[in-house]
């Protein structure tokens, strides 16, 4: 077993441990009542009201955990569980998704460069998928494929390293937001922190990961000989 095959195998388990821990922060946190009677929809409202940003509209968007900020429609898309409820968890993930808005608005740099790859990486992912798989078995008669098949994988990789600090910077942004106009009580305050911090790490591990698997099809692609 290659080095970059068994990195990739303990990612994963790391992984499946962080997305286990974030399903039951946020279910433990959505149990804690706000004191301020405010539901996300509302925090995420005032939290952008707040920032001087009035063409951001705040709606409502089917499933659990598919909170997202659209800069094409500038959309706040705020799940069923976020939404109208009102609790700690709500709070936390209305003011991050708030926090790419604000991001936008004032021209973050690296949501910026973000976006522009968006394209680029929804057709590199594919291309890649196809070109690492037929690589593999032409690596000994024709090892340029896999390579090439590489080169589009690592436009998925920096664009999974480039989210990082997109991510870190909305919740940094939120927590702020929160502590400064008092919006949470401490407890409240430290929960929203606590949640915040296992949804980053998912991302934190997804760049880990997509680093070792191009790892690992380099490794396949220099032992060819």
């Not at 946190?29 to 301020?36: E, M, R």
């Not at 606590?194 to 949804?199: C, N």
């Not at 680093?211 to 000989?225: E, G, Q, V």
Request: glycine letters at 6%; one cysteine or more.
């Amino acid at each position: 077993m290659s080095g970059a095959y068994l990195l990739i195998l303990i990612i994963g388990g790391v992984g499946m441990f962080v997305q286990y821990q974030l399903k039951s922060k946020f279910k433990h946190y959505s149990k804690t009542h706000l004191q301020n009677g405010l539901s996300g929809k509302e925090i995420a409202e005032k939290m952008l009201a707040d920032n001087g940003i009035t063409d951001v509209k705040v709606v409502s968007t089917k499933g659990m955990l598919t909170d997202h900020y659209n800069p094409k429609t500038k959309t706040v898309n705020l799940s069923e569980g976020v939404y109208n409820q009102i609790n700690t968890s709500a709070a936390a993930v209305a003011a991050h998704e708030c926090g790419h808005a604000v991001q936008h608005a004032t021209s973050y740099r690296w949501l910026e460069l973000r976006s522009k790859l968006v394209p680029t990486v929804g057709i590199s992912s594919k291309l890649a998928s196809f070109l690492l798989i037929a690589g593999i078995f032409t690596v000994n008669s024709f090892p340029q494929l896999l390579l090439i098949g590489i080169l589009f994988f690592a436009a998925t990789v920096v664009f999974s390293i480039i989210t990082l600090p997109v991510e870190y910077d909305a919740s940094n942004r939120a927590l702020a937001w929160l502590e400064n106009k008092n919006m949470l009580t401490p407890d409240e305050q430290s929960g929203a922190k606590d949640a915040l911090k296992w949804a980053a790490r998912t991302y934190l591990v997804a760049a880990l990961s997509s680093i070792a698997t191009l790892l690992y099809y380099l490794n396949i692609y220099n032992s060819r000989s």
